[in-house]
């Protein structure tokens, strides 16, 4: 439902009604949406509050807008109940029952979610990031029981007097001090209605699970009272530090949240923080920590080309302080859902929070470890984790350490915990019996390119490994166009490489990332587990046409934009894998110039797309650069943005083959 449609309804419900108490609740309403669009969720929800008042508000849409606003600022059992009353009232925002079975989640009510989760799976949502981060959602409530009977031998305590009714998270020890993230500053975040967040510090006791004075300012030169920050990082030697620092509300249109770096000078002080080269400045970036060598820095981010959510990166550091070009950690370790809080321990294993791993609650505590180029992930199971938020863990020794939570019988909003055991665990879980064995094959067919598609026979298929370079299979597809089974490995990334005469050949890329299947779903001793996989072939037909998807330009200009490079990358691929394929490259321009400038223009970009390809080691007598202007529109009359982009568009034609 959209807000102009609710205000409609607004206005048909106080027919009859008083109109001086409806139209103060339609001004409440009205000012609450524009705190949530603006992402002030706190004030936002005290003018919905004011609005329910009235009586004669949508109350679907406004149910619908407080328990957004509740989630968007992690507060899901305030938000809970406010999802209900939505869906009773017949709201139909698709993501509704979703959000609605992680709020329950959070409370423990873990057959309520699963209820809730399976209604939104059976909807057919579009949106394919949530659908498939349900999808295992689902997986992971079926087998709750068995979760929650992973135990470790850790006992904790809730740090007392360092907690207060506010948030206290993301605990670093540096020499003697307890570095940490608390919202104490004078501003209120509009966000969740908290004082902005800020670095402190304190002495740690006699022992680790006490400190032994009253918190104080980290840092005033690691200060801006109008920021949060917070979730510090400190090299091995102690005198560099990372954090994130954001929410200024001085950036517009942008994830307001960077990371930056500050450095102990022999004074002793800080120095101002400076903007760390790897943020990226349209994404959220947050949550840094240093390798045990200090020599690698991972973050984490939700900037474009992860797999959904929030994802881990790392980037290397040289001597000279210089980092590399960030890094995705891959699909093994990243989710659909949220990856947040990484920490690397002394032995290597990387700990971080997920909510897209099989867990207790919204964000869960897992620990990451390699063997044989496969990465395993693990559950630290309670009592670290519970059906709330538990993140940000460190070690201070193989025994002891510390972490946040949101859970029941906290100071506030987020406190930190100390965890230790009397005894060294080699892993923080306990092994559930003998090790289960799943074997993974790839199998599929092939199909030409058209409607209906119709399976192709006397195909060439080869599966090849990418990082031996070489074929693991090698098959000519039968009469109904299939192929395999053929076994897999973990971890390995395939090519499946499929040629026909009379057909473009084709390459399509399958990964072994992420799609191991987590242990706790399990059920037998030995499963095995066939991925399935569509080709579908293009009759190599002469002066048959192929819009290049994404490769757009500019206004009135002509140089080739990343995403125009990685889509031109798929024809390199095409030419390379056609050795005599032959075509015209076509440059498309909209009608917002003159019919001579847009040839040219045209003509240019059609030129620099082809000098792209050759400068990939493309012959350049296999193509064609041919400029149309605006001869040849897509979209008549076009009057956005998005319609004339459209219509700046390129092509390639097949001239011979």
Wanted: glycine share 8%; proline share 5%.
């Amino acid at each position: 439902m959209k807000i102009s449609t609710s205000f409609s309804l607004l206005v048909a419900l106080c027919v009859g009604a008083g109109l001086v108490s409806c139209n103060s609740a339609m001004q409440a309403y009205k000012k609450g949406v524009r705190h949530f669009e603006a992402g002030e969720y706190n004030p936002a929800i005290e003018n919905f509050q004011k609005a329910a008042t009235a009586g004669n508000i949508d109350a679907a849409r406004l149910n619908y807008y407080t328990a957004e606003s509740y989630r968007l600022s992690n507060r899901f059992a305030d938000a809970a109940p406010f999802y209900q009353k939505a869906i009773d009232a017949g709201a139909t925002d698709a993501d509704a029952r979703m959000h609605y079975a992680y709020a329950l989640k959070t409370q423990g009510q873990y057959a309520e979610a699963l209820q809730q989760l399976e209604k939104y799976v059976q909807s057919k949502p579009t949106n394919k990031t949530n659908l498939e981060k349900a999808r295992r959602e689902v997986e992971t409530l079926r087998v709750v029981d068995a979760l929650s009977r992973n135990k470790s031998n850790f006992q904790i305590k809730n740090m007392g007097n360092l907690n207060s009714p506010g948030a206290e998270f993301a605990p670093v020890v540096r020499g003697d001090e307890l570095i940490f993230t608390a919202s104490r500053k004078d501003k209120v975040y509009k966000n969740n209605g908290l004082p902005m967040l800020g670095l402190y510090k304190t002495k740690l006791g006699q022992t680790p699970d006490e400190t032994g004075n009253a918190p104080q300012l980290f840092s005033s030169n690691v200060f801006l009272a109008e920021a949060n920050e917070g979730t510090p990082a400190f090299s091995k030697d102690g005198k560099t530090m990372v954090f994130a620092r954001g929410n200024t509300g001085k950036r517009k249109g942008g994830a307001d949240v960077d990371l930056y770096i500050s450095r102990q000078g022999t004074d002793g002080n800080w120095t101002q923080p400076q903007l760390l080269p790897v943020s990226d400045s349209l994404a959220w970036d947050g949550s840094p920590a240093f390798s045990a060598d200090g020599r690698t820095l991972y973050f984490a981010s939700n900037r474009a080309g992860g797999a959904g959510g929030i994802d881990l990166y790392r980037t290397n550091m040289d001597a000279s302080g210089r980092f590399s070009r960030p890094v995705n950690m891959g699909r093994d370790i990243n989710t659909p859902g949220d990856e947040i809080f990484p920490y690397v321990a002394e032995d290597g294993r990387l700990f971080f929070a997920s909510d897209g791993h099989p867990g207790l609650g919204k964000l869960d505590v897992f620990v990451a470890t390699r063997s044989q180029g496969v990465i395993r992930v693990e559950n630290l199971g309670q009592p670290v984790n519970s059906p709330a938020d538990d993140f940000g863990l460190m070690f201070v020794d193989k025994e002891n350490g510390y972490f946040a939570s949101n859970r029941q019988g906290g100071k506030g909003d987020d406190d930190i915990y100390f965890f230790g055991t009397s005894v060294a665990p080699e892993t923080p879980t306990i092994a559930q019996g003998a090790p289960k064995v799943v074997r993974y094959f790839l199998a599929g067919t092939v199909q030409a390119n058209e409607t209906p598609a119709i399976p192709l026979d006397s195909a060439r298929v080869r599966i090849l490994d990418e990082a031996a370079g070489a074929p693991i299979a090698e098959v000519t597809t039968g009469q109904q166009g299939t192929f395999g089974k053929y076994p897999l490995q973990e971890g390995k990334d395939y090519t499946v490489l499929v040629e026909r005469k009379g057909y473009l050949t084709r390459r399509v890329p399958f990964t072994m990332q992420g799609r191991s299947i987590p242990e706790i779903f399990l059920t037998k001793p030995e499963t095995d587990t066939t991925f399935n996989v569509d080709v579908l072939l293009d009759r190599a037909t002469l002066n048959r046409t192929f819009v290049l998807e994404n490769i757009y330009y500019d206004l009135d200009k002509y140089n080739i934009r990343p995403d125009a490079a990685e889509e031109l990358e798929k024809l390199v691929t095409i030419l390379k894998d056609n050795p005599s394929l032959k075509i015209e490259l076509s440059s498309h321009t909209d009608v917002r110039a003159p019919d001579a400038y847009n040839m040219r223009l045209s003509q240019n970009r059609a030129k620099a797309a082809v000098d792209y390809i050759v400068s990939r080691g493309i012959e350049a007598d296999r193509m064609v650069a041919k400029g149309y202007g605006e001869t040849q529109l897509v979209v008549k009359n076009a009057q956005t943005e998005e319609e004339h982009q459209r219509n700046r568009r390129t092509e390639f034609k097949i001239l011979s083959y």
